[in-house]
């Protein structure tokens, strides 16, 4: 199996900081790195995929970059409604697995 | 517009079983691939389970395999999660997510997904 880490695990910021999250995979997965946003008690929801390709209706302050192993999530200036928790998963292989996410909090 | 709603979640006991129902909306159902994962408190997102638009592909999470059973019955528009044999460790939200083809194919990504059903294994 495909295993993903991310860091940081979590992380403070402010409204209007840029933030940058990484994401790795035990082996390389080409491009195939999607990203989703989750906030409790919401749906997940897709951010990124295919590494770099912004979701219809994301916001464009959202981008991916990164392949092979290495990826990385900019939100370029974190707004209000950003906080949450973020997740990456690679869509190389099955089993599909999901990094352990990184808590973006005040 | 997509929409997604879970349903059949509950309080089982450690052995029980337990069917969760994912009705879809929105889109042409039969046409396809979907999806289940879960978040177990206070944990991340686990991949459960895929299946193709017409389940001739199915697959599962080892740590799953031959306790659930995923399904679709297209012409209700619902995806299927029959839970059997269910552990403390199962207990978790429940999300159906659809693809973005027929197929399980490598570079899909799922969205959108529904709000989810809680499952709580618990004696």
């Known amino acids: 199996d495909f295993q993903m880490t991310q860091s940081p695990s979590s992380l403070s910021a402010s409204v209007g900081d840029r933030v940058t999250i990484t994401c790795r995979a035990s082996?390389?997965?080409?491009?195939?790195l999607n990203w989703y946003q989750h906030k409790p008690g919401k749906a997940p929801n897709l951010l990124i995929y295919a590494a770099s390709s912004l979701q219809s209706g994301v916001p464009s302050r959202f981008s991916g970059s990164g392949s092979g192993t290495d990826f990385t999530l900019t939100i370029s200036s974190l707004q209000p409604e950003d906080f949450a928790t973020y997740y990456c998963?690679?869509?190389?292989?099955?089993?599909?697995?999901f990094g352990p996410g990184t808590r973006v909090d005040i | 517009e997509v929409q997604l709603l879970e349903s059949g979640g509950g309080l089982v006991q450690p052995g029980g079983s337990l069917r969760l129902s994912c009705a879809a909306s929105?889109?042409?159902?039969?046409?396809?691939?979907m999806t289940w994962v879960r978040q177990a408190p206070g944990k991340g997102l686990e991949w459960v389970s895929g299946i193709s638009s017409g389940a001739g592909s199915i697959y599962y999470a080892d740590s799953v395999k031959g306790r659930f059973t995923i399904s679709r019955e297209n012409s209700k528009n619902t995806l299927y999660l029959q839970m059997d044999s269910l552990r403390v460790e199962d207990t978790a939200v429940y999300y159906c997510?659809?693809?973005?083809?027929?197929?399980?194919?490598?570079?899909?990504?799922?969205?959108?997904w529904g709000q989810g059903t809680l499952v709580t294994v618990s004696s």
């Open positions: 998963q690679q869509s190389y292989s099955t089993p599909r697995t």
């Open positions: 997510a659809k693809g973005d083809s027929s197929t399980y194919r490598r570079g899909d990504r799922f969205d959108p």
């Open positions: 082996q390389s997965i080409s491009t195939f």
């Open positions: 929105g889109f042409t159902f039969n046409t396809f691939a």
